[in-house]
T-cell receptor, first 116, second 110 residues
Framework: NAGVTQTPKFQVLKTGQSMTLQCAQD?????MYWYRQDPGMGLRLIYY???????DKGEVPNGYNVSRLNKREFSLRLESAAPSQTSVYFC???????????????FGPGTRLTVT | GDSVTQMEGPVTLSEEAFLTINCTYT??????LFWYVQYPGEGLQLLLK?????DKGSNKGFEATYRKETTSFHLEKGSVQVSDSAVYFC?????????FGAGTTVTVRA
């Protein structure tokens, strides 16, 4: 069981370039999430998808777009990268559905992105 | 909105010392509470959880009790090892989303 996988593991972009971070889970989970991790700030939610076909903004959505391609895959796109988007990005998933709060989230290994 | 406050680090300990990391929360309703651990270069892993008041979560020698009256979920371990060096995050699960504390870096010296 692979769990949650993310590609790429590392990426360096120049300001203004675009890229898509890929995430897939093989656990048949309903909900998927994108977070960014910055020193001293914990994890902040960028976007989430509570079920296939739906997406919602989190705390820090500006500069990002997402696609829930199917139940397995949830991608994060940076249309015009900025140095402020230098961070470690984590994808996560959970089996939870509507009204279920007790399930933990399962995290991928992360993508380290540097924007110069 | 929901929020989590955990003690700031970094924390440096000797092997076999007692570890406590304080965590308090603000939330509407009755959230589930979690401790996640992040080892160097890796993603987050669930360490333990508690889903209702007075529940005690435990795993790998770590424990935390869900205290509704003090809105706390402090993490404790009686005798730490070098392999416990990591960043620890307290989190609560509100409506569809996890809210994380800032993380506490723990270093255990041999």
């Amino acid at each position: 069981n692979a769990g949650v996988t993310q590609t790429p593991k590392f990426q360096v972009l120049k300001t203004g370039q675009s890229m898509t971070l890929q995430c897939a889970q093989d656990m048949n989970h309903n909900s998927m999430y994108w977070y960014r991790q910055d020193p001293g700030m914990g994890l902040r939610l960028i976007y989430y998808s509570a079920s296939e076909g739906t997406t919602d903004k989190g705390e820090v959505p500006n500069g990002y777009n997402v696609s829930r391609l199917n139940k397995r895959e949830f991608s994060l796109r940076l249309e015009s990268a900025a140095p402020s988007q230098t961070s470690v990005y984590f994808c996560a998933s959970t089996p939870r559905g509507w009204g279920e709060s007790s399930y933990e989230q399962y995290f991928g290994p992360g993508t380290r992105l540097t924007v110069t | 909105g929901d929020s989590v406050t955990q003690m700031e680090g970094p924390v440096t300990l000797s092997e076999e010392a007692f570890l406590t990391i304080n965590c308090t929360y603000t939330a509407t309703g009755y959230p589930s509470l979690f401790w996640y651990v992040q080892y160097p270069g890796e993603g987050l892993q669930l360490l333990l959880k508690a889903t209702k008041a007075d529940d005690k979560g435990s795993n790998k020698g770590f424990e935390a009790t869900y205290r509704k009256e003090t809105t706390s979920f402090h993490l404790e371990k009686g005798s730490v090892q070098v392999s416990d060096s990591a960043v620890y995050f307290c989190a609560l699960n509100g409506d569809y989303k996890l809210s994380f504390g800032a993380g506490t870096t723990v270093t255990v010296r041999a």
